[in-house]
């Protein structure tokens, strides 16, 4: 046959042909295992078929528009690829091959030996013979996570137009949404190869799963074993089975869990469709498998785990007696460490099996389609009856997943598990006892959920549609080398605030609310902590206060790193003698008695962006969040970002850096939030625990910082780069990237160098520079050509450099002038020189406490002022103010008014 080939002489140079399943089942078959007979339709056949029906062309085009889209836009494109497929006729030489055989596997292997004329009086009766179509699929891509589940097994297909039917399921369903999101996240891209097989179908009366070590605790001395009644799909996570966990040496039971089993798969006895049937009541609370069968069960895993030579999951069926094998894979997590257990003196609300080890604290959200998973925001509690594999669009970000089904080997589990996601399943009722809005802790190591106190702004947000890219623009472009997969940090809480000042709940045991960075193993102990403090130090604040922090004026005057009432690490003495905007207008105090209408409804050419260390709401992002400085996270480590990095950490300061920004990303979506690469001094990293290796310099302000720092020694910019851009894969399109202290255009050559290393995107970003020297203001030209997106200048720190004053120091400062005529000139020749190139240009800086520095800078044609969150809503009258009066002026130029 040209286009299929039996599973019993493949080899392993077919694997690109037939897939990795039909390679492991061939050798399995070689081996003398009990695998049922079949065949399997090579990737030429599906290339046949798509040929014959002229659409390759249209399938790769459809693929390629996929790219960055969100989920609608995905499902869209998904769909029309599946609706070429399905509407598709099969070429007339594969479909007479496909027949043969069908035909074959409806009598035994010993018959079809027999003469073409025999063979075709017996093959008469048998048009009815029920097979196993299943997928087999090679990926050319990195493999970080196995695909169990993803490609669906159609059980009892009966008669030569039924397994046509599903031949063409099986290839549409390798185009489904969530498989090509999960392709090219995880596994690096589309680049597949397809293989159909088509199997004996086995009708067991007994059927499930069984893995060669304790998935759940890494014991390579344990093998667990799921049962329920029935023909299969015990992995489909539907079913929750019964548990049994034996010895591997001795196969003694070394414990087991006997769950209610209300419903098991079956043939229907007329129509011959697979149907999901109640169990009868006398089999309800029994045990699906007996003594015997269960050590035939561990001894047939035992003997393909000695074959492949590493631990195994493998999906098995009893079948009057006999047991036969039906699928094989490898456990590809069995290193990952247990987590510690959540301790509480609380009394659980809920209990479960723990699936994936783990803790998770967050605001529940019950999912039961679709549409739900696309409301599921960063770190909620996932909750659902049976864990789809849709889910894949937003587990990466989730604090925790709970199940009221499935078992400890389902194909979501191992999911779960492949992505370090806490896990819970076989918790019935929680679905109906518990609201969406509930903040709830949960323990995926002990299987305890606790119901905690929900606060009403949580209640009002969650469940609610958002703006946010997962609800309409989930970007599916990833490049494998910046995955989320494997880190143990989950800050869980999707209301938790930048400084982590949240506290509510219990903490581990083993890690205290000061935790910080020691080893890898204390990290994994310490990430559940409540509010994100695994990675605070009670002695940081001391080293982060004012002349330390590195931030302009105004983001002196509005940043609070702990959230507190406190303020004295915030040196606000600078801005004393600054006008303050709500005095405008001749000193009238109240801004809403000033305002005629609302700011949030006035639509001005002049953007006003905010800081946002001030967000508090997605209302107070205005048009968007016009500066977020790296320090805000990065000195709130606990410890050196280079120590962190010397340790072999940066996969995990990669990932708290995105749960970090999540929220606040998410919150301004789809308004841009604007990321300020670290720009700190060396006189404040040396301030930091394990900062004594910092270079002592007599001028840090001017001196190995920013951009300069970043091309020497680019270690903590990567993990910058590539927290990012994982924000960014997820949807998140709305992220600029500001290059601080840039002061010359080849700067910007070398920085791209870097992107290009870490796998960026650059049609998906957007970068600028920090105007906070003259010469990086006065070269417009050359910088555009370098390749910049947009402009932000801080005017305190151009002021600063101007002028030749240090605004912090208190011999000098009383001359400091961020409004000196000087200082006004150059930022109005800056904002023509960028605006020339058509490249985009916003101020921030205490100049714009005064509204007439607001008018100047709308009259220079500015694009955006960078305002407090606090002083957004009168910036914005003042900018339509502004740009009303030049338009009255215009029009009576003109003669028009």
């Avoid at 088509?198 to 344990?222: H, Y």
């Avoid at 019964?242 to 079956?266: C, M, P, Q, Y």
């Avoid at 520079?769 to 417009?780: F, K």
Wanted: with cysteine; glycine share 8%.
């Amino acid at each position: 046959m040209e286009f299929i080939i039996d599973l019993s002489i493949l080899s392993s140079s077919d694997r690109e042909k037939v897939g990795d399943k039909a390679i492991a089942l061939s050798q399995l078959i070689a081996a003398k295992f009990p695998v049922p007979s079949g065949s399997v339709i090579t990737n030429a056949g599906f290339h046949e078929f798509a040929v014959e029906n002229n659409i390759s062309e249209s399938i790769i085009r459809l693929l390629q528009e996929i790219g960055n889209c969100g989920p609608e836009e995905l499902a869209e494109k998904s769909k029309k690829v599946r609706d070429l497929i399905l509407s598709g006729k099969i070429p007339k030489k594969l479909k007479d091959e496909i027949k043969a055989t069908y035909s074959s596997l409806g009598i035994s292997p010993e018959m079809q030996d027999l003469n073409h004329d025999t063979l075709g009086t017996i093959n008469a009766g048998g048009n009815n013979a029920s097979v196993a179509i299943r997928s087999s699929v090679f990926t050319n891509g990195s493999k970080k996570i196995t695909f169990r589940g993803f490609y669906k097994s159609y059980l009892h297909v009966s008669g030569l137009q039924g397994v046509i039917d599903k031949i063409k399921e099986s290839w549409a369903n390798i185009y489904s949404d969530e498989a090509i999101f999960a392709r090219q996240k995880y596994n690096g891209g589309q680049d597949i190869f397809t293989g159909i097989i088509i199997q004996k179908m086995i009708d067991g009366e007994k059927s499930g799963m069984c893995s060669t070590a304790n998935p759940m605790t890494n014991n390579l001395n344990e093998i667990v074993i799921e049962s329920s009644f029935g023909c299969g799909l015990v992995s489909d996570g539907e079913i929750t089975p019964d548990v049994f966990i034996t010895d591997k040496t001795s196969s003694a039971l070394n414990g087991k869990k006997i769950n209610h089993k209300e419903w098991r798969f079956v043939k229907h006895a007329v129509s011959g469709d697979v149907i999901k049937e109640k169990v009868s009541p006398e089999l309800t609370n029994s045990e699906s498998i007996d003594g015997n069968e269960i050590i035939s069960i561990s001894n047939l895993a035992k003997s393909v785990e000695a074959f492949a030579k590493y631990p195994v999951y493998i999906e098995w069926v009893f079948k009057r007696d006999k047991l036969y094998l039906v699928d094989v894979s490898n456990i590809s997590t069995i290193n990952k460490p247990l987590k510690a257990i959540y301790e509480t003196s609380e009394v659980s609300a809920f209990n479960g099996i723990g699936a994936n080890s783990g803790n998770g604290n967050g605001v529940a959200v019950k999912v039961h389609n679709i549409s739900d998973v696309l409301k599921v925001r960063a770190g909620n509690i996932f909750i659902a009856p049976v864990i789809e594999p849709s889910s894949i669009l937003v587990l990466n970000r989730v604090g925790g997943v709970i199940s009221e089904n499935g078992g400890l080997l389902s194909d979501m589990s191992i999911l779960c598990r492949e992505l370090d996601i806490p896990l819970i399943v076989n918790c019935p009722g929680i679905c109906g006892n518990i609201s969406d809005g509930t903040k709830i802790a949960m323990d995926a190591t002990s299987g305890k959920i606790y119901v905690k106190a929900v606060p009403q702004d949580d209640m009002d947000n969650v469940g609610q549609e958002t703006s946010s890219p997962q609800a309409n623009n989930v970007s599916f472009n990833v490049s494998s080398d910046v995955s989320d997969t494997g880190s143990n940090v989950r800050d869980v809480d999707a209301s938790v605030d930048m400084s982590g000042s949240d506290t509510d709940g219990a903490v581990l045991q083993s890690a205290p609310v000061g935790h910080s960075f020691e080893d890898k193993n204390s990290l994994s102990q310490g990430a559940s902590n409540v509010g994100g403090n695994v990675f605070r130090d009670s002695n940081l604040q001391q080293s982060a206060d004012a002349n330390n922090m590195d931030l302009s004026v105004s983001e002196r005057e509005n940043v609070n790193l702990n959230n507190t009432s406190d303020n004295n690490s915030i040196d606000t003495d600078i801005i004393n003698n600054s006008v303050n905007v709500n005095d405008i207008n001749n000193n009238v105090s109240s801004v809403d008695n000033m305002i005629e209408e609302d700011p949030l409804a006035m639509i001005t050419g002049t953007k006003v962006k905010v800081l946002a260390s001030d967000v508090q709401n997605v209302e107070e992002v205005f048009d968007g969040i016009g500066l977020f400085p790296s320090e805000l996270v990065l000195l709130n480590l606990g410890k050196h970002p280079d120590k962190i990095l010397s340790e072999g950490m940066e996969e995990e300061l990669v990932k708290y850096l995105e749960t970090k920004l999540s929220p606040i990303v998410e919150s301004a979506y789809p308004k841009s939030v604007t990321f300020r690469t670290l720009s700190a001094q060396t006189s404040t990293l040396s301030g930091l625990p394990d900062g004594s290796h910092e270079v002592v310099e007599a001028n840090p302000k001017l001196g190995w910082r920013g951009i300069r720092r970043t091309l020497d020694s680019p270690a903590i910019f990567k993990a910058e780069l590539k927290a990012l851009n994982n924000l960014i894969l997820k949807g998140y399109k709305n992220i600029e990237i500001l290059l601080p202290f840039v002061h010359h255009p080849q700067q910007i050559y070398e920085i791209n160098n870097i992107f290009k290393e870490c796998g960026i995107d650059m049609q998906n970003l957007k970068v600028g520079i920090s105007v906070e020297v003259p010469a990086a203001g006065l070269a417009s030209t050359e910088f555009v050509k370098a390749g910049i997106d947009f402009v932000f200048i801080d005017s305190d720190r151009l002021a600063e450099h101007m002028l030749g004053i240090d605004s912090l120091n208190e011999k000098v400062n009383k001359h400091f002038d961020a409004k000196h005529p000087g200082v006004l000139r150059m930022i109005k020749m800056i904002i023509d020189g960028y605006k020339k190139n058509k490249v985009p240009v916003s101020v921030g800086g205490s100049m714009l406490n005064e509204g007439e520095i607001i008018d100047k800078l709308v009259e220079f044609g500015v694009d955006a002022i960078v305002v407090p969150a606090d002083k957004a809503k009168v910036s914005k009258y003042v900018v339509a103010r502004a740009e009303r009066k030049m338009l009255l002026d215009i029009m009576r130029e003109r003669g028009n008014y």
